[in-house]
């Protein structure tokens, strides 16, 4: 083929391909040197870090804990209260003489004495 080529009214040139050359391989660089000492403390630090945390939220959860067991402890204080103070009345209303009075007549028959008369020694 010509260099040069007539072809409906315009002119174009062939060039030849190019070769494309791989890129010369570089020298491997030395890695930077790693801070071991650094790192254990750091890992050092993130372990104490996460201990302290841990014992801190160990230490709300028993708080919290026993601050339900104390409001447990005095509602049930509160509730025994309540039924001691009914269990008192029950004593004083069984000890009350009109319902022994009550119980005499209406159960047992008796009747109360219209005149009382007591004796004395002089």
Do not use: C
């Amino acid at each position: 083929m010509p260099a040069r080529q007539l072809r409906e009214d315009y002119y174009y040139e062939e060039q030849p391909a190019k070769v494309v050359q791989p890129a010369p391989k570089r020298a491997l660089k030395e890695r930077p040197h790693i801070n071991t000492n650094l790192r254990f403390r750091v890992g050092v630090l993130a372990v104490a870090l996460t201990l302290t945390a841990s014992i801190t939220v160990a230490r709300t959860v028993i708080n919290a804990t026993r601050g339900y067991e104390l409001v447990q402890t005095q509602n049930q204080a509160a509730q025994l209260e309540r039924e001691n103070k009914q269990l008192e009345l029950q004593i004083a209303e069984m000890r009350s003489p009109e319902r022994i009075k009550n119980i005499a007549t209406n159960d047992l028959g008796m009747s109360v004495p219209r005149d009382v008369y007591f004796a004395a020694e002089k």
